[in-house]
């Protein structure tokens, strides 16, 4: 999981509730993406920022939102609008840096909704 | 769209024999690939990496080898062993800034 850390490992989710996942890293990376992961299958892209005080939509960002205030954190703000969040948060960090585009993973949050 | 994506879902081996993962990627420009592992309930850990201009790379254990000319990535397991067990993906750059198009994953059981 190398220097990239998410909390809660586990979350409990309301109906009409927003919650949020963090995600820290202490690599120094420029880059940081979000990912959501459903059973038995692969990462899908919700959010990424390449720095501090900007970001993008990935593929699934209807439901969700980020901030980037900091270059080690990226929180993901899961809001009541995402009718089908249970799933596995996925953060990942990377520098900006042609030649070296490997992601490195935390180690996750699992949501689910009561 | 182009995409990456895997011919096997499931993978059962013999411990100690070697481990064969494919993977199949539609988007000939890409140049940049990477496998991951992925053990439950934790997030994937990188595992290897190669670029278009090469056709293999070894690694510990691991070698990964990119045919171009049909567009297919495969990852080598020599001696799998039980801690190999494991969800393993690949992953493709886009062409456009530093975001990886995933694959849908293959899972590897090392059978004692």
């Known amino acids: 999981d190398g220097g990239i850390t998410q909390s809660p490992k586990y979350l409990f989710r309301k109906e009409g509730q927003n919650v949020t996942l963090s995600c820290e890293q202490n690599?120094?990376?420029?880059?940081m993406y979000w990912y959501r992961q459903d059973p038995g299958q692969g990462l899908r892209l919700i959010y990424y920022s390449q720095i501090v005080n900007d970001f993008q939509k990935g593929d699934i960002a209807e439901g969700y939102s980020v901030s980037r205030e900091k270059k080690e954190s990226f929180p993901l703000t899961v809001t009541s609008a995402q009718k089908n969040p249970t799933a596995f948060y996925l953060c990942a960090s990377s520098i900006v840096l042609a030649g070296d585009e490997t992601q490195y993973f935390g180690p996750g949050t699992r949501l689910l909704v009561l | 769209g182009e995409s990456v994506g895997l011919h096997l879902p499931t993978l059962s081996v013999q411990e100690g024999d070697n481990s064969i993962i494919n993977c199949a990627y539609s988007?000939?420009?890409?140049?940049?690939f990477i496998w991951y592992k992925q053990e439950s309930g934790k997030g994937p850990q990188f595992i290897i990496d190669i670029r278009s201009n090469m056709d293999k790379r070894q690694g510990q254990r691991v070698t990964v080898l990119l045919n171009k000319t049909v567009k297919h990535l495969s990852l080598q397991i020599a001696a799998t062993q039980p801690g190999d067990s494991a969800v393993y993906f690949c992953?493709?750059?886009?062409?456009?800034?530093?975001?990886?198009?995933f694959g849908g994953g293959t899972r590897l059981m090392v059978k004692p």
């Open positions: 992953a493709e750059l886009r062409n456009a800034g530093n975001m990886l198009t």
């Open positions: 690599l120094n990376h420029d880059a």
């Open positions: 988007n000939s420009a890409s140049d940049y």
